[in-house]
């Protein structure tokens, strides 16, 4: 495409370099230089093409909005797991220190009443 527009150029400046030169017309310059640059196929290809890119941006910006929520569900999942351990950890320990707690205020006790004779 480049190639194609940069010896466009170069036509167009050899034909008003040789228009000027000879003296003809600048109306000769502009018609041979008004040549379509594309053919229909050409342009069939660039249409398609256009379709192709569209498709291919909507398809990124669907999977890209897919994989935020998923990434979103997952770090909320992570959290609440998180959390729910967090709690059943803090209640384990809470059981074991209460549990720990009594059976030394129970063989304490005992110890006092043993000591005391009764």
Known sequence: MFVLVAAKLAMLAA?????AATGSSSRSVVAIWYKPCFSKWQGVVVVVLAVVVVVMVVV????GVVVVVVLAVVVVVMVVVVVAVVVVV??????VVVVVVVVVVVVVTLMKLSFKGV
């Open 15 to 19: 034909l008003v370099a040789s228009a």
């Open 60 to 63: 990124a910006v669907v999977v």
């Open 90 to 95: 803090v209640v384990v320990v809470g059981v």
